[in-house]
């Protein structure tokens, strides 16, 4: 299983990224698909689930701003991120169970 994510950069409070993941080594369209973030010196923590049936949950933190979704043509998640806080600084996760990718930095400017 390999799952890769992109789309991480920095922007401006304020402003808007699109996170991509895309896996391979799975029967995408049966799995449930979660983002994570990391940032420095904090947990790991959670901030999205998709199912396959594409209902989703949020973490507080994120809800409202963030929004993933899924091409099960194209084997990608996606997280849709509006509205991008300092504190969204961190390194960004794809997981599917057990795996997980490499991660994309995010860099909030103030």
């Known amino acids: 299983v390999q799952l890769v994510e992109s789309g991480g950069g920095s922007v401006e409070a304020g402003g808007s990224l699109k996170l991509s993941c895309v896996a391979s080594g799975l029967v995408f369209s049966s799995c449930g698909m979660s983002w994570f973030r990391q940032a420095p010196g904090r947990e790991r923590e959670w901030l999205s689930h998709?199912?396959?049936?594409?209902?989703?949950l949020y973490a507080d933190a994120v809800k409202g701003r963030f929004t993933n979704y899924r091409d099960d043509v194209k084997n990608t998640l996606y997280l849709e991120m509006n509205s991008l806080k300092w504190e969204d600084t961190a390194v960004y996760y794809c997981?599917?169970?057990?795996?997980g990718g490499q991660g994309t930095q995010v860099s909030i400017g103030s």
């Open positions: 998709l199912n396959p049936d594409g209902t989703s």
């Open positions: 997981k599917s169970g057990v795996h």
